[in-house]
């Protein structure tokens, strides 16, 4: 029998890099993505789907299919039957938005055991026999699928502040005499309190009123340096003591919830800041990890335990994008988070027993959206910055390195181990307005009346891009006046008489305003820089070559250059610029696979559930669209030639039957 594995574990890692990755190994780091590429296969050619961003090309990768298939075509998803702006879309994170198979359901249905851990767009789950823990989002302990914009919902909690300053979303005190305390050591001096209404942040389910407690020490007789986080003024209840830049350990936390029942959660904080006065006091809480209700079946989350980690909603962007905290700190966010990943993942593959294993873990693409550009020397002329972000990426990609290697070694020689990204990343260019471009045509007006973004508040540093972004996606147009719609990253929507509720475009038209469109994209200059910022602006009808068509994809599909806009999803999937490009890692590795082998051709995220089938005799989704990468295998005929040892061996047999029981010496009786 050919030396093929007995089992897959996909390993996703969002946005990571292989050209970056292969940097670190040069210069004497990573050892596990060392080994794997050094005993596997690497493609060097692999793209990806477009758009290049997270919800589609997970599903592509689980499916073998393109957008255009699976039906989720960007980040967001426009709702039919609605006019096709942004205000009317969603975020694509619900499996039931997926018209594709996936793997680990058309396995399932063949009585193959599967596990998929935190791999977005996966909940709810399909499968029988199988177990989803997560899927909601990015993280484990949050959910997008059906929030507009950006925004998520906790299951507890996402990342808090309490803060003496002026800190956006921080929670707001003050230091006071400490009145009230039980179990207060006698010798403790003039201990100061604050009190701190807990807002625990986009609680999916209401949380009770609840206050916690930091108490200021003083542990000598230079001022306060020790700051005690208790849920009650009790001494002997507090979960933990810190000194200035330490960390608590895993704390675990029973919360009331509005309707009286208690939902059990864990997290870790960290001291930022304390003033010897205390006047200046910052205290970040984690976001509280859940330990029930986001897995199928419902007790599997009892089982998913670290010492260390935790489970990181939005890795630590938020804080780090509103300077709660320095760099240092977001990484150390990003590096729990990656031990809790990998905790978790090696408790399920040796608790259970399973066949197939998928996993999505997202640290680089959080720490990419922080600091790829600030890696970049031709944008940053900083070299204490620059060094600074390459020093955070090392120890970003050596957390992805560590937890590798303690999933590897649960792993036995018989697992096929794939490790994938869905996209890769550019810096960070001038921000584009694809309703100045239309507008300048003439094709998109804007109303008189526009969101209201006061709410937000006078937002500066790291965050201030990303508010800017959202308010240019989030313009409102006349649907009365406007021709077409920008929508999502890269559609522009013909507003269509028929189709669209208000659309004013006659039917006959359509392809007429299809090539203006097409026409003022291409032509557009961006006054500040004096280029053109799009590269590409196809029909739907054309946009098939690039895997998009169907009902969910716009009437015109359009890229920008990758010097322009942001990092990825409205840049091709073949685009370098700066320290960036944006093609995907891709290695495998186990039995029946080259070692130490380059793969030159090119290929794509959906070959890699059909190579997985064809390997391993499991059964193909019906929707697969993608290719087998034989090139991969020690011998790409293995397949062919058991079938010629079988086909060998039944004609013996079949030789044999009809011979009786004459020796082969026997001569046969003449007629």
């Not at 003496?164 to 100061?192: V, Y």
């Amino acid at each position: 029998m050919a030396n093929v594995p007995k089992k897959a574990a996909i390993i996703g890692l969002d946005c990571a890099l292989p050209h970056l990755i292969e940097k670190h190994i040069a210069d004497g780091h990573l050892p596990t993505f060392k080994k794997l590429i050094d005993g596997g296969v690497i493609a060097e050619n692999c793209l990806v789907p477009y758009p290049t961003v997270t919800p589609p090309n997970w599903a592509s990768i689980a499916t073998g299919a393109w957008p255009g298939t699976h039906g989720i075509t960007d980040f967001h998803y426009h709702k039919p039957g609605t006019t096709p702006v942004n205000t009317n879309c969603i975020q694509a994170f619900d499996s039931q938005l997926c018209e594709a198979e996936y793997l680990w359901d058309a396995a399932d249905k063949a009585g193959k055991k599967c596990i998929v851990f935190n791999y977005p767009g996966s909940w709810p789950s399909k499968m029988k026999n199988g177990i989803v823990v997560g899927g909601r989002g990015l993280a484990l302990g949050e959910h997008r699928g059906g929030m507009p914009a950006m925004f998520n919902r906790a299951r507890l909690s996402n990342d808090m502040l309490i803060t003496t300053g002026f800190f956006p979303r921080g929670i707001k005190g003050k230091f006071s005499e400490a009145k009230g305390w039980k179990n207060l050591p006698k010798k403790e001096n003039e201990p100061l309190e604050l009190e701190a209404k807990m807002e625990f942040r986009d609680a999916e389910t209401p949380i009770a009123p609840t206050t916690w407690y930091v108490l200021a020490r003083q542990s000598g007789d230079n001022g306060y340096d020790r700051a005690m986080l208790s849920p009650a003024r009790d001494f002997n209840e507090a979960f933990c003591t810190l000194a200035v830049g330490e960390w608590s350990p895993v704390i675990n936390v029973k919360l009331k919830m509005a309707d009286g029942k208690e939902e059990e959660g864990f997290f870790r904080c960290k001291l930022i800041e304390l003033g010897d006065d205390a006047e200046d006091f910052r205290l970040y809480i984690s976001s509280i990890g859940p330990r029930t209700g986001i897995s199928n079946p419902p007790e599997i989350m009892a089982e998913l335990v670290s010492a260390e980690g935790i489970n990181g909603n939005s890795g630590g962007i938020i804080g780090y994008a509103l300077e709660w905290y320095d760099l240092n700190t977001f990484v150390e966010i990003n590096e729990f988070y990656s031990q809790y990943m990998a905790d978790c993942a090696c408790a399920l593959m040796t608790k259970h027993e399973w066949d197939l294993f998928f996993m999505h873990a997202h640290a680089p693409d959080w720490a990419y959206h922080m600091i790829l550009t600030e890696m970049d020397p031709d944008l940053n002329k900083d070299k204490d910055k620059l060094k600074a972000a390459w020093d955070a990426h090392l120890r970003i990609y050596q957390a992805q390195d560590k937890m590798l290697a303690q999933i590897l070694g649960v792993l036995d020689k018989d697992t096929l181990v794939i490790t994938v990204s869905d996209h890769g990343a550019v810096p960070d260019g001038p921000a584009i307005d694809p309703y100045k471009m239309l507008g300048q045509a003439g094709l998109t007006v804007l109303s008189e009346k526009q969101i209201d973004f006061a709410n937000v508040g006078d937002i500066k540093g790291r965050a201030q891009g990303l508010i800017e972004e959202f308010k240019v996606a989030f313009q409102a147009p006349d649907v009365n006046k406007s021709k077409c719609f920008p929508q999502r990253a890269i559609y522009i929507y013909v507003n269509l008489k028929g189709r669209d509720p208000e659309g004013i475009v006659d039917p006959k038209d359509y392809k007429a305003v299809q090539q203006q469109i097409i026409d003022a994209l291409l032509t557009y200059v961006d006054p500040e820089t004096g280029g053109r910022p799009v590269s590409l602006a196809l029909t739907k009808q054309d946009a098939r070559i690039l895997g998009l068509y169907g009902d969910h994809v716009g009437d015109v599909v359009y890229a920008v250059y990758p010097w322009f806009s942001g990092q990825h999803a409205n840049i091709l999937p073949a685009a370098e610029w700066g320290v960036g490009n944006l093609k995907a890692l891709l290695t495998f590795t186990g039995p029946g696979i080259k070692k130490g082998y380059r793969l030159q051709r090119t290929c794509n995220l959906i070959d890699i559930v059909p190579t997985i089938c064809y390997l391993m005799d499991l059964p193909v989704p019906s929707t697969v669209d993608g290719a087998v990468l034989y090139q991969l295998f020690k011998n790409p005929d293995f397949k062919s030639d058991e079938i010629g040892k079988l086909k060998s061996g039944l004609a013996r047999m079949e030789t044999a039957l009809q011979r009786g029981e004459r020796q082969p010496w026997d001569k046969h009786e003449c007629a």
